[in-house]
Structure formats: C-alpha cells, structure tokens
C-alpha cells in the first residue's frame, strides 16, 4: 500500500486558509486520497475523498495534482476548533475487500487566536 | 441516526486480568473494524468483519486477543490475560462498504485500557 508523508505540525491563525500537503509517490492506479481528523478524546473523523483534480465539501476542499503523487488538503477560514490531527491516507477502491485503513503520524494543526 | 459506540470508554485492569469492549456500529454496516493506538504509536489496525465473518484478521496482536461479531450486530474484543503493552485506545470503526465509501468510515471515541 502508498505510503503517505506529511509534515509533523503546523501552525495557523484563525481566519486564515490552511493547506496541508501529503506525498503519496507510490499511490496505485486504483487508489483514493482521504483525509480524517481527530480531536483529542475521539476516533478519527472522515473529512474528505478524492481520486483526481478537485473535490469540495462543506469542511475542506482538495487538490490533486494530474500525477496524483501529492495532494493538498485546505481548509477555508480556520478557527481554533480545527485544532487537530489530519491523516492523509491512501486508500484502494471500493472493489476491494481489503478494508484496513493505515494511519501515519498525521499532521498536527494548530489555531491560535 | 446514531454514530458508533464503544463502551467503557475508560478501563483499568491489572495485569493478567481479562476485559472485553464492545462496540456498536451503525445500524445496517455490515464492515466493522478495529483499530488500537498504544502510546506514542500510530493507529494500527487489528481485523476487519463483514456481517458476523472475519474478513481479515491479519493485524490482531496475539491470541490473547479475540474478537466476536455474533449476529452480525455488535462487537466484542476480548482481551485475557491482559499485559502491560495492552495499553492504549482501542477504536472500532463501520462502514457501508470496505474501501472507498463516499462517507469514508465512521469511527467511535475509542475505548481507553490501561493495564497496571
């Protein structure tokens, strides 16, 4: 499976737009990029999905490059509730049923105010 | 609708004793995963249901752990006898369909062990 880089931790202040940006050098043909977020005391939360250009919801938009060796997750106007860790992670097609998910050490975002 | 529960949320065990977490998925996903961070680690996956059958249980620690499904409702992870690297949060997860369900998977707050 795609192994995923991102940074440790980054810093931001509220208001402001956040990208993220996780590689995935080795993604396979068949391979989605999601994001998760978790809060301290919860289990991850699924934030976003995306296999080619862009994708946006209501919480996040993201960036996939025509190679799809990266992609940028962004988050529009943080504010300090979006305090958290963000795991990129590549995940095969539904066709699949392998269902295990492989977390990183994630992307710890800090707001400050 | 109701998310997925997990109960207790804390447990603390003595060492060689035995504990078993549930979990309750959504009503009507058939995938239910478990998933453990021990401290400092990241999030490891331990098995994979579908409906009451293990699909994959390639990352469950040892045999001290077992997981149940029965009915294909709720879930069980029984630990015993308990050791000290037991400790961590214990996380379970369901979802529609394994892989890339549009709504990614959804994911408990976790079960807190702590073996002593």
């Known amino acids: 499976l795609a192994k995923t880089t991102q940074p440790i931790s980054m810093d931001s202040y509220e208001g402001q737009e956040v990208n993220i940006t996780c590689s995935h050098n080795?993604?396979?043909?068949?391979?989605?990029i999601t994001w998760y977020q978790q809060f301290p005391s919860q289990g991850p939360r699924f934030i976003i999905q995306g296999y080619k250009t862009k994708v946006t919801n209501e919480v996040a938009s993201l960036f996939i490059p025509a190679d799809r060796k990266s992609s940028t997750l962004s988050l529009p106007r943080v504010s300090l509730s979006d305090t958290a860790v963000y795991y990129c992670?590549?995940?095969?097609?539904?066709?699949?049923?392998?269902?295990?998910?492989?977390f990183g050490r994630g992307t710890q975002l800090t707001v400050w105010p | 609708e109701a998310g997925v529960t997990q109960f207790p949320s804390h447990s603390v065990i003595e060492k060689g004793q035995t504990v078993t977490l549930r979990c309750d998925p959504i009503s009507g996903h058939d995938n239910l995963y478990w998933y453990r961070r021990v401290m400092g680690k990241e999030i490891k996956f331990l098995l994979h249901f579908v409906k009451e059958s293990k699909q994959d249980e390639s990352g469950m620690p040892n045999n001290r752990f077992l997981a149940e499904r029965t009915g294909g409702t709720y879930s069980t992870l029984k630990v015993q006898p308990a050791e000290l690297e037991d400790s961590g949060v214990y996380f379970c997860?369901?979802?529609?369909?394994?892989?890339?369900?549009?709504?990614?998977?959804?994911f408990g707050s976790g079960t807190r062990l702590t073996v002593v």
């Open positions: 080795n993604i396979a043909t068949n391979d989605y």
């Open positions: 992670l590549v995940v095969p097609d539904g066709g699949s049923t392998l269902g295990r998910l492989y």
């Open positions: 997860a369901s979802s529609h369909r394994p892989g890339t369900d549009n709504y990614g998977y959804t």
